[in-house]
């Protein structure tokens, strides 16, 4: 028999918050979390905002890892993965440390190891630690978890950029589907990026005040950086250790649009793939789905061909089912986007509650309708589809559901 | 991951894009003899590394006869090593006329290094020369899953796209992966293909995480060996057609080999005897959930590199996994091949399949005194064997990565 999967731990670093509490608040007052950037110069570009972590300073969670020779981007992801564990309550040495995975995605890697090295060949002056160099792959940031938190099972890297999250989070549950493991840290991890911010400057994709999802007049989407892990755990120990399982993981779909190295596919082809993909994974129909969380990073072209996605799976209730993007209120955190978004989610089936997309106030012909706006409302949440789109045509999508405990 | 089943994955296409050329049978022979393709890098390849470093270097590339000309002024080495080697596992599959259906073709590929430079330079040019200075078309290239989108875009696969970075285990986890989604039915083809190339910034990496040859470097890439100095950097392309067994016979493919099972586990302890216990309990799952014992294994294609600590690991594992049959054949085939980093369990698994094909155990070049205070391996030689290989041909081929990680892979010949 097939096993069903809990999630019952949830760790997150944003823009708008730290901890999930601070996070989930400060999502339903639809604050927005993006300003101009302090952690480099950004005078040199034409924009000037994005979202930064600020209320959280990640190395004050390690115990295992020496901060000094470990790159922004692993602190993050360990400290969200601490943050995850804490929540939980799940004891890994109880459980068997071989019987815990760890997978995690990211955009850009330990690319602060990259720009500190730049700032010194400019300065002239000053050297890297040995070993910031040496855990510069992103091998690291997933090894780094496993080493703070002592996890010996299967322990993976998925780089697949902005849907990485949701990458992570699929292959996770497959290692408890498949009895490998009886838990898994999965999400994704990004540090704010000069690199990252010079490739979306250079595209033309950034906004120059705030990222407006679905909204008519949006500008482009917004630098950011962040982690987010979720504990995964099969659902027969969750329940028999009593643990808080905020939802149920019930499939995953993967597609690629196969179409450019940037652009998505003009009717976004491969978000549709995917979407059911996932929907036949979870063995629902699209009429089942409560609630869309959309990729939505505020470009036009995204929000345009992720609706027309949207409206090819779920015809006449496209504009009738509830979407929100997260990314008006904290930008987009890359790697560790959908990973924030599977927080929000999680909390959202929890708490009967949508998160609302801020910044917006004209709607898109081109878009769809039902976009839930600048306050978070009250509605009942069962089914939640969540997206998630990267440059690489790389799309992953994740189904999350209402626990149902007798099932 | 990989259980008994009544439908195996089988491998039917292998390309490989390498020192040793573009030639399958050619890389076998290579491999098995114990070729030297080893050159000492020029100096700015070595620009920021300490002292000299040998290595393992496709000289004298060209993808336009194999790859045409078209967007290959878009593509690092890396992408065009990838899509060079993905190409010709498809024609070796028997997909020469018409490619699959791109909804039943994925993609999973493993590298760590295909956009180190890039980043940098990007970065760099950005700061100095301003941001308008950097190039659109390079802004794809900064992510290390831009050689398995251009893959995608060039054979029109859309099933799944999925990179992984797991240092010196990633292509074996890249071939566990692809096995799953064969038995989810998430795809009817996948393509696993490993890359790295060599470069300046590459091996600034390697240098500092210290496993490039402070002295003699000459005598780097010695697998097992008591003299070796560090890892022989290597770049290349390997490539792996996996499918359904089912699917393979109805449209007539050869089928070279099954895979049969992939596990993974994780150490966080450097000390050689505590990673040691790491990739046992690799080696024990994987064959456990092949459904099979230590004592069906008839050789093991290891992947030992030279890195002494690693080495010293793996010489433990295997005594201890082993120990109902201590001459069981081993060949560390990186001796060879170099370490390929995130291609190298794609180049150990092409290396096992030529032994299964030709029935040659390879050689282990440079094998001769066993490193000091850590057990023999009894069955490795510095030369080519034949291989009696009497029940399923069942080869185990391991893998670690130097910050813990440790994966193996059972195959066998197809039935």
């Known amino acids: 028999m097939t096993r069903r999967i809990a999630i019952t731990g949830l760790g997150v670093l944003s823009p708008i918050g730290s901890g999930h509490d601070v996070f989930w608040g400060n999502l339903c007052e639809g604050h927005v979390g993006t300003a101009r950037i302090e952690a480099f110069d950004v005078s040199i570009f034409d924009t000037h905002n994005g979202g930064e972590v600020r209320d959280a300073d990640p190395r004050s969670y390690l115990k295992q890892l020496n901060p000094a020779e470990t790159p922004r981007t692993t602190q993050l992801a360990a400290a969200a993965a601490r943050m995850a564990l804490e929540d939980s309550g799940l004891n890994i040495d109880e459980l068997g440390a071989d019987r815990v995975g760890v997978c995690i995605g990211t955009t850009m890697g330990n690319i602060s190891v990259v720009e500190d090295n730049n700032d010194i060949r400019v300065e002239g002056t000053g050297a890297l630690a040995a070993n910031l160099v040496a855990h510069m792959p992103e091998a690291y940031i997933s090894a780094a978890v496993a080493t703070e938190l002592g996890a010996e099972g299967p322990c993976l890297m ?12 699929s292959w996770g549950s497959d290692l408890i589907r498949d009895g490998l493991v009886d838990a898994a840290l999965v999400g994704g991890s990004d540090a704010i990026s000069r690199a990252c911010y010079s490739v979306f400057n250079r595209l033309g994709a950034l906004a120059p005040e705030v990222c407006q999802p679905f909204e008519k007049n949006r500008k482009g989407t917004m630098v950011s950086e962040g982690a987010a892990v979720i504990l995964l755990e099969d659902m027969d120990h969750a329940i028999s250790r009593g643990a808080t399982i905020y939802a149920e993981l019930l499939g995953y779909g993967l597609a690629c649009d196969a179409h450019h190295p940037t652009a998505p596919h003009p009717q976004g082809m491969g978000a549709a793939l995917a979407i059911n993909s996932g929907l036949a994974d979870a063995g629902l129909t699209s009429g089942q789905v409560s609630y869309i969380s959309a ?7 995204n929000d345009a061909t992720e609706s027309q996605a949207i409206r090819n799976i779920f015809g006449e209730l496209a504009d009738e089912i509830p979407v929100s993007s997260i990314k008006g209120m904290m930008g987009h955190t890359m790697g560790a986007a959908s990973a924030i978004e599977a927080v929000a989610c999680s909390l959202a089936i929890q708490k009967s509650m949508l998160p609302p997309t ?10 769809v309708k039902n976009i839930v706006p600048n306050k978070a409302v009250e509605h009942p949440v069962k089914i939640i589809v969540s997206n998630a789109f990267a440059f690489g045509g790389n799309i992953s999508i994740i189904v999350l559901g209402e626990v149902n405990h007798v099932a | 991951m990989l259980h008994k089943s009544d439908d195996p994955i089988v491998v039917t296409g292998l390309g490989a894009v390498s020192p040793y050329g573009l030639d399958i049978e050619q890389l076998w022979s290579s491999i098995e003899s114990g070729a030297n393709v080893r050159s000492l890098l020029d100096e700015e390849l070595s620009a920021h590394v300490q002292g000299p470093v040998y290595g393992n270097k ?25 899509l060079g080697s993905s190409v010709l596992a498809l024609k070796g599959a028997g997909f020469e006329e018409e490619l699959p259906n791109p909804d039943d073709l994925a993609v999973v590929v493993s590298t760590n290094h295909a956009c180190t430079q890039v980043r940098i330079d990007y970065d760099y040019t950005a700061i100095t020369d301003g941001p308008k200075s950097v190039s659109p078309m390079d802004a794809p290239n900064t992510l290390t899953n831009a050689p398995a989108s251009y893959l995608a875009i060039r054979i029109q696969s859309r099933a799944a796209n999925t990179t992984i970075a797991n240092g010196q285990c990633g292509g074996l986890d890249a071939l566990g992966y692809a096995c799953n989604l064969l038995r989810k039915g998430r795809a009817k083809y996948v393509v696993v293909g490993g890359v790295e190339e060599i470069n300046s910034r590459v091996l600034w990496v390697y240098d500092n995480a210290n496993v490039l040859s402070k002295q003699s470097p000459e005598n780097a890439g010695k697998s097992f060996d008591e003299s070796s100095t560090g890892w022989l950097p290597s770049e290349g392309s390997g490539a792996i057609v996996l499918e359904r067994q089912s699917d393979a016979l109805a449209r007539g493919a050869k089928i070279l080999a099954e895979i049969v099972s992939w596990s993974s586990s994780f150490v966080a302890d450097p000390s050689p005897e505590k990673r040691a216990a790491g990739l046992a309990r690799t080696m024990n799952n994987t064959l456990r959930l092949g459904g099979l014992t230590a004592d069906d294994v008839e050789l093991v294609i290891a992947g030992a590199s030279g890195v002494r600590e690693q080495d010293a690991a793996e010489a433990i594992a295997l005594n201890s996994v082993f120990a109902s049959q201590p001459d069981v054949p081993v060949s560390a085939v990186k001796a060879t091949i170099g370490e390929c980093y995130g291609a190298s369990g794609i180049f150990q698994t092409i290396a096992a399949i030529g032994a299964i094909q030709r029935s040659v155990i390879p050689a282990t070049p440079g094998y001769e005194t066993p490193q000091e205070a850590v057990p023999a391996i009894a069955g490795i030689r510095s030369s080519a064997r034949a291989w009696n290989n009497k029940q399923d041909g069942t080869v185990l081929i391991s893998a670690q990565d130097i910050f813990g990680a440790s994966s193996a892979v059972v195959i066998r010949s197809a039935v």
């Open chain 1, 295 to 301: 990729h939505g990073t505020g470009t036009k072209a």
């Open chain 1, 158 to 169: 998925v780089p697949t950029a902005c849907a990485a999250g949701n990458y992570a989070i």
């Open chain 1, 358 to 367: 801020v910044n917006y106030e004209e709607a898109d012909p081109e878009c």
């Open chain 2, 58 to 82: 496709i000289e004298g590339w060209d993808p336009v006869p194999l790859l045409g000309k078209k967007g290959m002024q878009f593509m690092k080495p890396s992408a065009q090593y990838l």
